[in-house]
């Protein structure tokens, strides 16, 4: 039987790398299901949509699709109708229209079969904001990964600078924290801990630190 492990947490806790670096340690396939919103996201964004406009966003999904594949590194990658959009869905204005359209109740009905396909198939690693409550409910482990919002704000902005981008922290910190509110009130999935759920704080915890604090939960429950 597969075996899948369930990471959530909060905007920029250090989820993705981290589950990327632990399932390579483990040989289990790393699923970023925080890219499959932000992909959408960018698509209402090249097509002029409101991040919040519903109807527009529901009917745009008539004509895109999203597939997860793997390149020869086995590095997740994102297509949109064929492009991959890898390196175009991380900016904090995509940010903030994944975390309005993932508060669709179509979209989030809409990537659900993608996700759920990928745990019946794969030892997973996957991540995102719901997967141990709504995606992956009977996952073997369930781990919530958290850290301060100016801890997880300053790691943000040190990547977003590392990419050359010209950003402010405070612009950066004001979007974490409007991202944390929009995700736990949303009515549909809101960001929680699944109640069977390991809480992990990282904020006084650097990178190897971190993977090295979740590779221990999860060979101890393996």
């Known amino acids: 039987m597969n075996i899948a492990i369930a990471i959530d947490g909060p905007a920029g806790a250090g989820k993705?790398?981290?589950?990327?670096?632990?399932?390579?340690?483990l040989g289990f396939i790393y699923v970023d299901t925080g890219a499959l919103y932000r992909t959408i996201g960018l698509c209402a964004y090249r097509n002029n949509i409101c991040s919040k406009d519903v109807d527009a966003i529901i009917k745009m999904l008539e004509d895109m699709k999203v597939e997860?594949?793997?390149n020869e590194n086995h590095e997740q990658i994102v297509l949109?109708?064929?492009e991959d959009v890898s390196s175009l869905i991380r900016t904090p204005e995509i940010s903030m229209y994944a975390s309005?359209?993932?508060?669709?109740?179509?979209?989030?009905?809409?990537l659900l079969d993608l996700q759920r396909n990928m745990a019946k198939t794969n030892n997973i690693i996957m991540d995102g904001r719901d997967i141990g409550t709504v995606v992956l409910p009977d996952a073997k482990i369930k781990i919530f990964l958290t850290a301060s919002a100016k801890v997880r704000a300053k790691r943000r902005y040190d990547e977003l600078i590392e990419k050359g981008m010209d950003v402010k922290f405070e612009d950066v910190l004001s979007?974490?924290?409007?991202?944390?509110?929009?995700?736990?009130?949303r009515e549909v999935a809101p960001l929680k801990?699944?109640?069977d759920s390991i809480i992990v704080d990282t904020s006084d915890l650097d990178l190897e630190q971190s993977v090295e604090k979740l590779l221990s939960i999860m060979k101890e429950r393996m």
């Open 193 to 195: 801990p699944a109640d």
């Open 175 to 185: 979007d974490v924290e409007t991202r944390d509110y929009n995700d736990s009130h």
């Open 16 to 25: 993705s790398t981290i589950a990327k670096l632990a399932a390579k340690s």
């Open 80 to 82: 949109l109708n064929g």
């Open 100 to 110: 309005d359209v993932s508060a669709i109740p179509r979209v989030r009905a809409f």
């Open 68 to 70: 997860l594949a793997f």
